[in-house]
């Protein structure tokens, strides 16, 4: 029964190996596709599917930098706050504190004003632990940088305005508005005397923080609740910037490559996924690798494999039917399940979903 079972099941497994085979030919393709793309956006906004945004981070840490500085990071289905005392190039980072929050569903779901009323009141509460190692300069503002992990149209090096919400987040009243005069207007409503001094996108965050350590690196990329990259451009290959009179030096590009989408071989299950999520059609790059979706596009696997084969119980199918029931870190867990029983395998489908053992 179980020989039959499995055999039931292998089709299913085949024919999706297919589908989501890459052979050397549609890698070029996709890779010079993707190229394509970044050209494309570098030349004028809203030009193709890569937004490849401009930073206007203009330098980079050295090393040297000294003081007290707090950072905010909002990206996926939470946000951390962190505190750092920077040394300069003989102390380095001196100390280092941070609190990770999770960001409730009605929250994601709510308003602008809802949304950073909830983090500023966060932040206030961890600004008030401040202590120990963690001395501001005297007659100096505390101030944070705000890394937001969403795609933004910046303006300034402190401002910028969101295009659109991703990673399933539906908050009303953002999109067209300031993020930082957002969180700027929160901060006050809490009392909280701080002031935004950078706007950044995680990659940009990601790129800048390993520049403080080593001067060499020119790339980041960002592999989490959803995925994107940056790179250092130089400003004279940026057509979009050129009316600004850079002349020559170096920026850092937001690619925003989770929307990218030409020629990536997509199974049914990403397609049935991308038409029931809440932004059908978009951040398909995102949708195919990131951690938001990966378990979910295997429960959409095993439920296929659950109604077609009888493959784990009869009522397995049923509860596999709740989207985002399995998810990506239970993943990571069955694949490091190197035992021949597969004991964790069966130990993580049985607390999550209920099934029998195979």
């Known amino acids: 029964l179980r020989c039959s079972k499995v055999a039931a099941a292998a089709p299913i497994l085949d024919d999706l190996r297919l589908q989501c085979a890459t052979p050397l030919p549609l890698l070029r393709h996709v890779a010079g596709a993707m190229a394509a793309g970044m050209r494309t956006g570098l030349a004028a906004d809203g030009a193709g599917e890569l937004k490849m945004i401009p930073s206007y981070v203009y330098s980079l840490p050295t090393g040297s930098e000294t003081g007290l500085f707090y950072a905010l990071d909002l990206g996926g289905t939470n946000f951390r706050v962190l505190r750092v005392q920077l040394g300069g190039k003989d102390k380095r980072v001196v100390d280092t504190e941070s609190e990770q929050v999770s960001i409730p569903k009605e929250i994601m779901h709510g308003t602008t004003e809802e949304l950073f009323d909830f983090i500023a009141s966060r932040l206030s509460k961890f600004v008030a632990m401040e202590g120990g190692n963690f001395q501001l300069q005297e007659g100096r503002k505390r101030e944070i940088g705000f890394t937001f992990s969403f795609p933004v149209k910046q303006t300034s090096i402190d401002s910028g305005i969101l ?103 997509l199974t049914e299950f990403d397609k049935d996924m991308d038409a029931e999520s809440i932004n059908p059609g978009e951040q398909i790059f995102e949708k195919t690798i990131s951690g938001m979706y990966l378990g979910e596009i295997v429960r959409r696997v095993l439920a296929r494999m659950a109604q077609e084969s009888d493959l784990f119980g009869h009522s397995f199918a049923d509860k596999l039917a709740e989207p985002f029931v399995l998810r990506t870190p239970h993943l990571c867990a069955m694949q490091q399940d190197n035992s021949e029983d597969l004991g964790e395998v069966e130990s993580i489908l049985h607390d999550i979903i209920g099934g029998q053992s195979i």
């Open 163 to 265: 295009i659109k919400w991703t990673k399933g987040f539906a908050v009303s009243g953002t999109a067209g508005k300031d993020v930082v005069a957002c969180l700027n207007a929160a901060m006050e409503r809490q009392g909280l005397d701080m002031s935004v001094s950078a706007l950044v996108n995680d990659t940009v965050g990601a790129l800048a923080g390993a520049h403080y350590w080593d001067e060499d690196v020119m790339v980041a990329v960002i592999l989490g609740t959803g995925t994107n990259a940056c790179y250092i451009e130089r400003t004279e290959s940026i057509p979009k910037l050129q009316h600004l009179g850079l002349g020559t030096g170096n920026t850092i590009i937001n690619t925003e490559w989770g929307a990218f989408s030409d020629g990536l071989p």
